[in-house]
């Protein structure tokens, strides 16, 4: 992909005290992926379905299924991931096992990115 002269500094200087700023808040590689997990969660638009349905209620496989139109199997293989991931969490009611939202974090994920893009261009 080639750059924009917009997109470029017109000159070529490094800026030695923001390079090692950068090098000392960076991330390290445990949390970088675990971050990048994450947000690939967040870029199927199932697993987005998903989480924005729990955002507002509990709901169970079959609920889940239904309303996305696709198979429980499909739900329940993407509630793993979710879960593995600690964006949801379950409770059994009896036979029933019920998803939501795993804590407010995730809400705030959700909502933040819906803010930014219902933003003005």
């Known amino acids: 992909m080639k750059l924009e002269k917009k ?3 017109e000159c070529r200087i490094i800026h030695d005290d923001k390079v090692e700023e950068a090098r000392h808040r ?3 590689d445990e949390a970088t992926d675990e971050l990048c997990q994450t947000f690939k969660a967040l870029g199927d638009a199932s697993r987005l379905k ?4 729990l955002e507002h209620q509990e709901m169970c496989v079959c609920d889940l299924a239904a309303f996305l139109g696709i198979t429980e199997s499909a739900v329940s293989h993407q509630l ?3 879960r593995t991931l600690r964006l949801v969490k379950n409770r059994r009611e009896g036979t029933i096992l ?3 939202l795993a804590d407010d974090h995730v ?3 959700v909502r933040i990115a819906l803010e930014h893009i219902s933003e003005p261009r």
């Open 98 to 100: 019920y998803y939501r």
């Open 7 to 9: 997109d470029q500094c």
């Open 26 to 28: 960076a991330l390290d």
């Open 50 to 53: 998903i989480m924005w349905a």
């Open 80 to 82: 793993r991931l979710l």
């Open 107 to 109: 809400s705030e994920l």
